[in-house]
């Protein structure tokens, strides 16, 4: 599917031969490196990996999504990475991309990257923190990772 602005969204992922990573560009630049999903989780609390797994089930219960770890992080892709979450010693930041600016004292950090790129860090230090207002931004964001923003969008 060619949207409004051009894009390829129902394009097939390109695969790197060398790593097997999909991407949405083709030879895009990146790391080949190849981490196991309890890699960022090593010498923390069971706590940690405990609210790990709640944001994962509450992002998996959204639809198809791909663990993608890395030494310090884990993120969550559809057909691009939409979010993740980077395990502290005594907390896990959740972390999400938007198209729109939205404002929360929740969010300990928002980086504006382009006018439709702000990605958002949610401190979670207990399971509770994982309530309807966080699930909501991560269904958005899920979207995002569908890459339905780009559907929509007219020039």
């Known amino acids: 599917m060619v949207t409004s602005t051009g894009r390829r969204t129902g394009r097939a992922l390109w ?7 999909a991407f949405v ?5 990146h790391s080949c490196a190849r981490h196991s999903l309890d890699e960022p989780f090593r010498e923390k609390p069971a706590e940690i990996l ?9 992002v998996e219960a959204m639809g198809p ?6 030494r310090d992080r884990v993120a969550f892709m559809v057909r691009v990475r939409f979010g993740g979450v980077r395990p502290r010693r ?3 930041d959740v972390n999400f991309w ?5 404002e929360s004292p929740r969010f300990q950090r928002i980086e ?3 006018p439709y790129t702000h990605v958002y860090t949610v401190r979670v230090t207990r399971a509770s923190d ?3 207002e966080l699930t909501g931004w991560l269904r958005e964001a899920y979207s995002v990772g569908c890459q339905k923003h780009l559907q929509s969008r007219r020039p």
Do not use: A, E
Request: charged share 20%; aromatic share 8%; glycine share 2%.
């Open 65 to 70: 999504v791909t663990l993608v770890p890395y």
């Open 25 to 29: 560009t083709k030879n895009i630049n």
């Open 15 to 21: 695969t790197c031969p060398s790593c097997g990573q």
């Open 50 to 58: 405990r609210l790990f797994n709640v944001v994962r089930r509450t």
């Open 90 to 92: 005594d907390w896990i």
């Open 130 to 132: 994982v309530d309807s």
């Open 112 to 114: 504006t990257l382009s």
């Open 98 to 102: 938007l198209t729109r600016r939205i």
